[in-house]
């Protein structure tokens, strides 16, 4: 499956430029930052060649992807797993993010796996995935992911990489992190 026509030549030469190779089966940006870049690119449950490729949003952005790596360093998903495991309602949204993943992947292909990514719904793996998946949706689908744009926003990123308008870690509830780390 190639690139669909509505992404165009400049969005995919900036997304090889960011990823420092060929973008591979993407279907559409689905999150461009404030500064106009391709953050985000939903892609195709298979690649060209066959070969399935499970993640349906795609980190594309290095400011973002670095700051991903950033927060995963610093033991964000340690608190974020702790949270998941003592919060039902945590615990509930991520579980209903997982299916709608699954659902939104399913519907361009059936892979014929529960598996969709930043290890959902019973873990935190990966937040590549949970701000990607955050940043195509908007605020309010995956909760988690919403708290690391936040961060991300927090740490210099906002109006630039990211929306001016995010909501603030204080308006979502993201706890002190580094403190829970210290525990």
Same mark, same amino acid.
């Given at each position: 499956?190639?690139?669909?026509?509505?992404?165009?030549?400049?969005?995919?030469?900036?997304?090889?430029?960011? $990823?420092?190779?060929?973008?591979?089966?993407?279907?559409?940006?689905?999150?461009? %930052?404030?500064? @106009?870049? &391709?953050?985000? /690119? +939903?892609?195709?449950?298979?690649?060209?060649?066959?070969?399935?490729?499970?993640?349906?949003?795609?980190?594309?952005?290095?400011?973002?992807?670095?700051?991903?790596?950033?927060?995963?360093?610093?033991?964000?998903?340690?608190?974020?797993?702790?949270?998941?495991?003592?919060?039902?309602?945590?615990?509930?949204?991520?579980?209903?993010?997982?299916?709608?993943? $699954?659902?939104?992947?399913?519907?361009?292909?059936?892979?014929?796996?529960?598996? %969709?990514?930043? @290890?959902? &719904?019973?873990? /935190? +793996?990966?937040?590549?995935?949970?701000?990607?998946?955050?940043?195509?949706?908007?605020?309010?689908?995956?909760?988690?992911?919403?708290?690391?744009?936040?961060?991300?926003?927090?740490?210099?990123?906002?109006?630039?990489?990211?929306?001016?308008?995010?909501?603030?870690?204080?308006?979502?509830?993201?706890?002190?992190?580094?403190?829970?780390?210290?525990?």
């Amino acid at each position: 499956m190639s690139a669909d026509p509505s992404v165009s030549q400049d969005d995919l030469d900036a997304i090889a430029a960011q $990823l420092g190779r060929p973008p591979r089966g993407v279907l559409e940006v689905s999150y461009r %930052s404030p500064d @106009g870049r &391709p953050g985000v /690119v +939903k892609t195709a449950p298979r690649l060209e060649d066959g070969t399935p490729f499970p993640t349906l949003y795609y980190l594309t952005d290095p400011r973002l992807t670095a700051e991903a790596s950033r927060q995963e360093s610093a033991g964000i998903m340690r608190g974020m797993q702790a949270r998941l495991a003592s919060d039902p309602d945590l615990a509930a949204n991520y579980h209903a993010a997982h299916e709608r993943y $699954l659902s939104k992947r399913n519907a361009i292909e059936d892979l014929g796996t529960d598996f %969709s990514g930043g @290890g959902m &719904p019973e873990r /935190v +793996k990966c937040l590549h995935v949970l701000m990607a998946y955050a940043l195509a949706e908007g605020p309010g689908v995956v909760r988690l992911g919403d708290e690391s744009v936040a961060l991300a926003c927090e740490a210099g990123l906002r109006g630039t990489a990211l929306p001016g308008d995010w909501p603030t870690p204080e308006e979502l509830g993201v706890p002190d992190y580094r403190a829970m780390d210290e525990q």
